[in-house]
């Protein structure tokens, strides 16, 4: 059993950990349902690695962080509310990457696995790229901890501050698209969001500092993870998705406690 | 003025197809406070934007001393309900050095006993101290400070203004002040820049409060209170002496133009 289980539980505590963190952010800048687009987009990047026949992990960081960038563009125009302008880019994307998926006629392609994730597929090769990704954007966060919350806090203030706002904010857009990477063949692109916000949120209820705050989220994320693949394994449910319920009974126990200041 | 440390050169910015400055021209000295007045929407915020670097002009310029270290405490800041953060930590955000170096700002502006608060539960006023103190805490050249009082009883206001006087007299850095409600702040400024757009006139509080472009603005109603905290003001200079060379209080020298 251990010998199966060993790089899928692997597999996700890497997401898991940096998902604490990042979902920390996610949380914070309300950008939620921006997680949640350019996860979307990550299937279209997906459908493009099979036609090009280029390498699954670099098509969806870079379709990811193209579809970031462009929304940063157009969320600076006045027509479009926000969150309008996210439903409609999330669900074009998404419509577009399972068409361009179903026209892949030369490989068998596995929708339901990149959409839900497929935890028990992974090998000990991608348990290594995902390690690998997680430390970088865990060091990436520490080197950057203070100008990434300071423009998490006010903008303005950074910027007088002499902080590099506009880069700083590429660089947690660009952190975001490798984490949504590393989810495609872990927990899916539609699932990596509550993976996101549940931890960050439980986190939210017991940390009294930001560091707090990201910390347990990673905790409560690995925990998840643990607790929903054994949950999987047992019940014979499928992972990702019961990674996810995990997640949110660990949240509903952190709203049994008072909240934190 | 050949040190100034941020001038202002003929800027215009249009806002949303509406011209929020026109032609507008600004000299910020070391060691001089000055005021920036004019009713609501006269564009004084994105004045003080443009000295401190987050907008841009449409036309003129802006120029900063090379080097420069900018203090600002914006009119508001919210923390989101999400974000736990504590006043210390939010002041490690502006100097990740020393604690003892926060616990000092914080001092300064008389909310030591807040450092371990968190931000989101501050009343107006005390967020107004701790936004103070963490502009302070950079040790700027130039303070840039957005409606200091607001939320600020009147004896606060006072004390935050004699503050202001204090910190300029120490460190000798330059100090823009932007307000709406004059009575406090006149008695408290080298020179008062009265902007409705333009500038519509400048000089001493006294020069100004006389011209009648400024008693177009804003009616003899401020200025039967100004005669009041005018007569404060001289008297602070007794006290302390002529520290700051003078020669903005050196007679009526003002400029300023009339309205058709």
Redesign the interface.
């Given at each position: 059993m251990i010998e199966l289980l060993a790089p899928a539980l692997l597999a996700g505590l890497a997401v898991a950990v940096v998902a604490g963190p990042m979902g920390a952010f996610v949380?914070?800048r309300?950008m939620a349902f921006f997680g949640d687009t350019m996860a979307n987009s990550a299937l279209l990047g997906a459908a493009l690695a099979l036609a090009l026949q280029v390498n699954l992990y670099l098509a969806v960081s870079a379709a990811c962080l193209t579809v970031a960038v462009v929304l940063v563009g157009l969320q600076r125009q006045r027509q479009i509310a926000d969150d309008t302008l996210l439903g409609i880019v999330a669900h074009i994307t998404l419509a577009l990457g399972v068409i361009a998926l179903s026209l892949q006629d030369s490989v068998q392609v596995d929708l339901f696995a990149y959409l839900f994730g497929d935890l028990l597929a992974v090998g000990w090769s991608d348990v290594l790229a995902l390690w690998a990704g997680a430390v970088l954007i865990l060091a990436l966060l520490v080197w950057q901890w203070?100008p990434l919350?300071?423009i998490?806090?006010?903008e303005?203030?950074?910027?007088?501050?002499g902080v590099a706002v506009t880069r700083t904010r590429l660089l947690l857009m660009l952190l975001l698209a490798l984490l949504i990477t590393g989810a495609i063949r872990t927990v899916g692109v539609l699932l990596i969001t509550s993976l996101l916000v549940m931890p960050a949120?439980g986190g939210?209820r017991l940390?009294?500092?930001?560091e707090?705050?990201a910390l347990f989220a990673s905790l409560i994320g690995l925990a998840a993870v643990t607790l929903g693949l054994t949950l999987s394994w047992y019940a014979n449910t499928p992972v990702g998705p019961s990674i996810v319920v995990t997640a949110a009974l660990l949240f509903g126990l952190t709203l049994l406690r008072r909240p934190?200041? | 003025m050949t040190d100034a440390l941020v001038t202002v050169d003929h800027a215009a910015l249009t806002l949303g197809g509406q011209a929020v400055l026109e032609d507008v021209s600004l000299t910020l000295a070391p060691g001089r406070i000055t005021t920036l007045i004019g009713p609501n929407g006269a564009g004084k915020s994105t004045l003080a934007r443009l000295v401190l670097g987050l907008a841009r002009p449409d036309r003129g310029r802006v120029v900063r001393r090379p080097g420069l270290t900018l203090g600002y405490m914006p009119q508001h800041l919210r923390v989101d309900e999400s974000l736990p953060l504590t006043v210390d930590r939010f002041l490690w955000l502006a100097a990740p050095g020393r604690t003892g170096a926060r616990r000092d700002a914080l001092q300064r502006t008389g909310v030591a006993h807040l450092r371990r608060r968190a931000v989101r539960q501050l009343s107006g006023g005390e967020m107004q101290r701790v936004l103070l103190a963490r502009a302070l805490l950079r040790r700027p050249d130039l303070l840039v400070l957005d409606e200091p009082a607001q939320g600020v009883d009147v004896a606060g206001q006072d004390a935050l203004y004699g503050l202001l006087g204090q910190v300029r007299d120490e460190t000798g850095c330059g100090i823009l002040l932007i307000s709406h409600d004059l009575h406090l702040v006149m008695a408290r400024t080298d020179e008062v820049v009265c902007l409705h757009h333009h500038v519509c006139c400048s000089g001493t509080p006294e020069a100004v409060s006389r011209d009648p472009a400024y008693q177009r603005l804003f009616g003899t109603h401020g200025m039967a209170n100004l005669a009041l905290y005018t007569h404060q003001h001289d008297h602070d200079h007794d006290l302390s002496g002529d520290v700051h060379g003078g020669q903005s209080h050196g007679g009526p020298h003002h400029r300023g133009h009339h309205h058709d």
């Open positions: 949380v914070w309300r203070r919350l300071s998490t806090v006010n303005d203030l950074a910027r007088v501050e949120a939210r940390a009294h500092t930001p707090q705050m934190a200041s | -």
